[in-house]
């Protein structure tokens, strides 16, 4: 390019494709250096997304594997917030819930073998009472006389019925604990009630003089259940609190309404029930003392009040208060 005839400029014209040229002499520099970027991006990568990724893993691998032999402790670390925390937490509830169900089996084999054993003896006692004295009866060698035979009878007997209240007892249990039985549900006026628990005692009450006391209060004159079952519970309450009460006692039987429930309680004049028995008193054949042992209870009487309340989705609960002290609680019924 001239201008006023002096050369200002030259323009060449490459041959060919205008990048082909390019590629070819630039090409093996770029594709060293993308391929070096290329590596070192995958090990950071590597270091620092999948490696922790890795080892979170494989954390969540040993806990699976201790799960599987057997320790219910084992726990995988949830910490992120990605897809492998998630499978962490998710594995740790299904922990959790194991171990859960592992414990609860674990008492109720407990409490299985404690039956067991307690059922075993219960039954011992009285079938080997029943036992000595028919071999004695039964022994030609050891001379008796009648009043002495009428005795040891009179002990079968008792014995008799002793075991047949412990077997009565046991499947009556049975049936409520499991859900078995047809509960009735009815209007159950209480006026009515107490007095049936009243007349029921009122013979042993009045030769010790004991009094049997009820009151219900306005608005608490019914609940609603089996009327049938409600006297049984309140039947061994009562029974219970004879048991305890010294002659010329009170036990009061009384209802009011608090929280919108009904409450009903019993109160006797007793020596109370020691402190450190009123958490065990509902388990079956708990006896919290001898003189409740010599009175002949089964010690299943509690355990089937407890029972008939919560199948009316009611709460019992003891307590001290010069004297022992049940208030149970049931559901108000509904207006008509």
Do not use: W
């Not at 060919?16 to 590596?39: H, K, Y």
């Not at 194991?98 to 084999?109: F, T």
């Not at 007892?169 to 039985?181: F, H, N, V």
């Not at 029921?200 to 089996?226: L, W």
């Amino acid at each position: 390019m001239f201008v006023a005839g002096e050369p200002v400029g030259r323009v060449a014209v490459l041959a060919g494709p205008p990048f082909s040229r390019i590629a070819s002499e630039l090409g093996p520099t770029v594709a060293v250096v993308a391929a070096g970027v290329l590596a070192v991006g995958m090990v950071l990568i590597a270091l620092f997304v999948f490696g922790p990724a890795q080892r979170r893993l494989k954390k969540v691998q040993e806990a699976t594997e201790q799960l599987g032999a057997g320790d219910l402790n084992a726990r995988a670390p949830e910490k992120g917030g990605d897809e492998v925390a998630a499978v962490a937490r998710s594995f740790n509830r299904m922990a959790d819930e194991l171990a859960s169900r592992a414990q609860a089996l674990e008492a109720s084999d407990r409490a299985r073998r404690q039956l067991l054993a307690d059922v075993s003896h219960e039954l011992m006692t009285p079938l080997t009472a029943m036992r000595g004295y028919v071999e004695t009866l039964t022994m030609r060698e050891v001379p008796l006389d009648q009043a002495t035979r009428e005795r040891y009878l009179r002990i079968i007997d008792e014995e008799t019925h002793r075991l047949e209240r412990i077997v009565g007892d046991l499947l009556d249990l049975a049936k409520l604990e499991g859900g078995g039985g047809t509960l009735r549900h009815e209007r159950v006026p209480l006026v009515a009630l107490f007095d049936r628990v009243r007349s029921r005692h009122e013979r042993e009450s009045a030769e010790r003089g004991i009094r049997i006391a009820c009151h219900v209060a306005p608005g608490a004159e019914t609940v609603e259940g089996d009327p049938d079952r409600l006297e049984q519970a309140l039947q061994n309450l009562a029974a219970n609190a004879l048991r305890h009460t010294p002659d010329g006692g009170v036990i009061t039987l009384s209802a009011t309404i608090e929280n919108g429930a009904v409450h009903l309680r019993l109160r006797d004049t007793g020596g109370g029930i020691p402190q450190e028995h009123l958490p065990l008193i509902f388990e079956r054949f708990y006896k919290a003392d001898s003189a409740r042992r010599a009175a002949g209870g089964s010690g299943l009487g509690l355990s089937i009040v407890k029972a008939i309340v919560e199948r009316h989705h009611g709460a019992i609960a003891a307590s001290n208060d010069n004297g022992a002290v049940f208030d149970i609680t049931l559901p108000r019924p509904a207006e008509l």
